[in-house]
């Protein structure tokens, strides 16, 4: 196999987006709650959008479920306008399902550990603390979706910095691209 390095555009290219990555990071760790909502927003946006094409395509496209597209579309872009009016109820609302399915979540792991008689010990115990750490963090959730806010922020962006830096990395370093000669292709 024969190694040679990337281009220098795209080194530049993966140093300059890594920061603009590991930027982002640092704002989603600082401001929480705005992360939260923004993404609300954008996700409404986004479906406001999916309702006005629905909507189009039930209203000029014909087919059986004309009518069915066209009242989905309505109702998408419904949704969306609450959601753009209201986005700080529509996050608190988001994460507590979130937290309620995370609560189902804990439950069906703590019942599992505790009647799966055929796995071992050591996993039947890991299967119900996993189980009661889920139900305590719904439960933490429920109770102030704040703080749900503020952890999915702050995985988030753990997440977008390791990325970050991992993509600058990669842009100093040349990400080195593996190719197969002819011969190696043959086998």
Do not use: D
Request: charged share 5%; proline share 3%; aromatic share 6%.
């Amino acid at each position: 196999m024969s190694v040679s390095k990337s281009p220098g555009w795209i080194r530049g290219a993966q140093i300059g987006l890594g920061a603009i990555v590991i930027i982002l990071s640092i704002l989603v760790l600082i401001h929480p709650g705005i992360t939260v909502v923004s993404i609300i927003i954008i996700i409404a946006i986004i479906l406001l959008f999916v309702g006005v094409e629905k909507i189009l395509s039930g209203i000029f496209v014909t087919n059986k479920s004309r009518w069915g597209s066209i009242g989905l579309g309505v109702l998408a872009i419904i949704l969306a306008l609450i959601a753009l009016a209201f986005p700080i109820g529509t996050s608190v609302f988001v994460i507590t399902l979130l937290a309620i399915a995370l609560l189902f979540n804990g439950i069906a792991h703590v019942i599992h550990g505790a009647t799966n008689k055929q796995s071992p010990g050591w996993a039947r115990g890991f299967s119900i603390g996993a189980g009661v750490i889920a139900i305590a963090l719904s439960i933490l959730i429920m109770a102030s979706p704040l703080y749900g806010a503020v952890l999915v922020s702050l995985i988030l962006g753990i997440a977008l910095l390791i990325l970050g830096i991992e993509i600058i990395v990669l842009g100093i370093s040349g990400r080195r691209m593996q190719m197969m000669s002819s011969k190696g292709m043959e086998r």
